[in-house]
C-alpha cells in the first residue's frame, strides 16, 4: 500500500503532467478516483511534511546591477502647421530657442 509521502508525489506528478485524472490514473495503473480523493485529502490536511519537490537548502539571493537603458528614444518628428500655410518639422533633440526664432520668420507673412 502506498504511503501519503507516495501519494503526494503522483498527485503532484499528475498536475504537472496536464493529463486528465483518467488517462494519467490509466497510464500509472491505479483508479481516477484515488488521485482525486488524495489530492483533496492532501489539501485539507495541508502540508504535514515538506513537497518531495522541495529544497532542502534555503533560498538564495543574487546581487542585481540596475544600468540605465543603452537604447536611446526614438520619437518621430513633429509637425507644426501656420495659418499661412507653412509646416515647420522638428526633430528631436531640438534647441528651443532656435525653433522660436524660425516659427517667429515662418510666421510671417511675406508678398507674393
Known sequence: MATRVEWAERVERWERSGLSAEKFARREGYKPKQLYW????????????????ASAEPPRFLPVHVVADASPIVTEPIEIALPN????????GFDPATLERVLALAAEETPC
Open 85 to 92: 500655410g507653412r509646416v515647420v518639422r522638428v526633430r528631436p
Open 38 to 53: 488524495w489530492r483533496w485529502k492532501l489539501r485539507a490536511d495541508g502540508p504535514s511534511q515538506p513537497s518531495p519537490s
